[in-house]
T-cell receptor
Framework: DTGVSQDPRHKITKRGQNVTFRCDPI?????LYWYRQTLGQGPEFLTY????????KSRLLSDRFSAERPKGSFSTLEIQRTEQGDSAMYLC????????????FGPGTRLTVL | GNSVTQMEGPVTLSEEAFLTINCTYT??????LFWYVQYPGEGLQLLLK?????DKGSNKGFEATYRKETTSFHLEKGSVQVSDSAVYFC?????????????FGQGTTLQVKP
């Protein structure tokens, strides 16, 4: 069990560019969650998957954001036409269905939009 | 909607002092409650949890009791160490109690001085 991994760890981009982040969950976990954390705040829920199905999306997730989890394994989060307000830490977590809370968070991808 | 309110920080204590970080919540139904910790430069870690009223979660000398009557889940530790310096987040499960969809408080920074 190598834990939840995320790639890249840091991303600097210019406003208007597209970026994509990857999350590899713990292999036997069927649920995968994305959160966003801005400086000085707690994480905010963005979306989650059960296997390959995206079951819920937050209203925070504008049309510029899209997430996928093909084949129910790794997940990608894409942000199109990035804005400075997208600068944040993007966290991924995984769990088994029916478990309360999230024990396994990834290290996060820090996005800076210039 | 559901929400979590934490006491504002930073909280500054001397080593071996008693710690209390207040957390109150607003929720419909019967959420599970959590405390997470984020050490400097590290990822989010689950510290403890309680899944029903009057449950006490405990870990590493930290404790919190799920108080439905006061809608609170205060974090306590009898004797803090410098190594406890971190940001602490209170959170609740949004919707079903057995979910990774969480609502976090804004975080409380703890600084422990030798």
């Amino acid at each position: 069990d190598t834990g939840v991994s995320q790639d890249p760890r840091h991303k600097i981009t210019k406003r208007g560019q597209n970026v994509t982040f990857r999350c590899d969950p713990i292999s036997e976990h069927n649920r995968l969650y994305w959160y966003r954390q801005t400086l000085g705040q707690g994480p905010e829920f963005l979306t989650y998957f059960q296997n390959e199905a995206q079951l819920e999306k937050s209203r925070l997730l504008s049309d510029r954001f899209s997430a996928e989890r093909p084949k129910g394994s790794f997940s990608t989060l894409e942000i199109q036409r990035t804005e400075q307000g997208d600068s944040a830490m993007y966290l991924c977590a995984s769990s088994l269905e029916g478990v309360a809370g999230l024990k396994f968070f990834g290290p996060g991808t820090r996005l800076t939009v210039l | 909607g559901n929400s979590v309110t934490q006491m504002e920080g930073p909280v500054t204590l001397s080593e071996e002092a008693f710690l209390t970080i207040n957390c109150t919540y607003t929720a419909t139904g019967y959420p599970s409650l959590f405390w997470y910790v984020q050490y400097p430069g590290e990822g989010l870690q689950l510290l403890l949890k309680a899944t029903k009223a009057d449950d006490k979660g405990s870990n590493k000398g930290f404790e919190a009791t799920y108080r439905k009557e006061t809608t609170s889940f205060h974090l306590e530790k009898g004797s803090v160490q410098v190594s406890d310096s971190a940001v602490y987040f209170c959170a609740l499960s949004d919707g079903s109690s057995n979910t990774g969809k969480l609502i976090f408080g804004q975080g409380t920074t703890l600084q422990v001085k030798p």
